[in-house]
């Protein structure tokens, strides 16, 4: 250990003996941004950054497990990503698999898969089923992991899935429209029964949702911070965490 990364271990455990757990957010949104830019910086390959962000994830995990965070949602793949050129985008998906299995195996997890998985090839897919199966009765932390996933897409298939559940049941378009609001919508979200996130996370310096979690988000606080995500260490964590917490939430009121 160097000089720097022991005065961060220190700087760190001083962030992380002041901070309330009272004020942690309970549900953290993360944007995992800056992989092609961290590997390009260093010298390396894309397929190594994404390599590198993978493996940070069990990292993040472990800190929000420290921290009492109940459920993190993590945006790996956007649909955008997916008009990717297939010499990019096969190694990519095979890094997101290995780290989904990663997830499962790990044990402490709940894993969930939100995003549209008929965009996503038939290998893909099943690495997601299974590994939401595989963890259903576990205690630890629920980790949304989004792939293939865009705000607005989530929007259409619950309203598509809105649609289709009234039909069945012999519902009337006027009946519909008379009964259907905000909660009716979000009970067909892929994030249905869930807190909407407390605090989102973008790494990279880029200040824009992209489309995470568009209706979800709507009385989110939001956390830009300059580093690249496989760069990003424990203390970058807690100082989103002790900004969340000196932040007076109005919710528009």
């Not at 992991?145 to 607005?152: K, S």
Request: with cysteine; aromatic share 8%; proline share 3%.
């Amino acid at each position: 250990m160097n000089l720097r990364d022991l005065v961060y271990g220190l700087y760190a455990r001083r962030v992380e003996g002041r901070l309330d757990h009272a004020q942690v957010p309970k549900h953290i949104g993360v944007i995992l941004d800056g992989n092609r830019r961290w590997a390009k910086a260093s010298g390396g390959t894309p397929e190594q950054g994404h390599k590198a962000g993978a493996d940070k994830i069990q990292e993040l995990l472990g800190w929000c497990a420290e921290t009492d965070v109940e459920v993190v949602t993590l945006w790996m793949l956007s649909t955008d990503n997916l008009n990717r050129p297939e010499e990019q985008l096969l190694p990519l998906l095979g890094i997101i698999e290995d780290a989904v299995r990663a997830l499962a195996s790990d044990g402490r997890w709940r894993v969930h898969h939100v995003g549209t998985l008929d965009l996503l090839p038939a290998r893909t897919q099943s690495v997601l089923k299974e590994a939401e199966q595989a963890t259903l009765d576990n205690k630890g932390i629920l980790v949304n992991v989004a792939v293939g996933y865009g705000g607005r897409q989530e929007i259409a298939d619950a309203v598509r899935s809105l649609l289709l559940d009234h039909a069945e049941r012999g519902t009337s378009f006027e009946e519909l429209a008379e009964v259907v609001d905000i909660d009716l919508i979000s009970e067909h979200l892929y994030t249905r029964g869930q807190p909407d996130p407390d605090l989102v996370i973008r790494t990279s310096g880029e200040q824009r949702l992209s489309g995470f979690m568009l209706w979800q988000s709507a009385h989110s606080e939001y956390y830009f911070c300059e580093v690249h995500w496989p760069a990003f260490r424990k203390v970058d964590f807690l100082r989103a965490l002790r900004d969340y917490a000196a932040r007076h939430r109005r919710f528009g009121n």
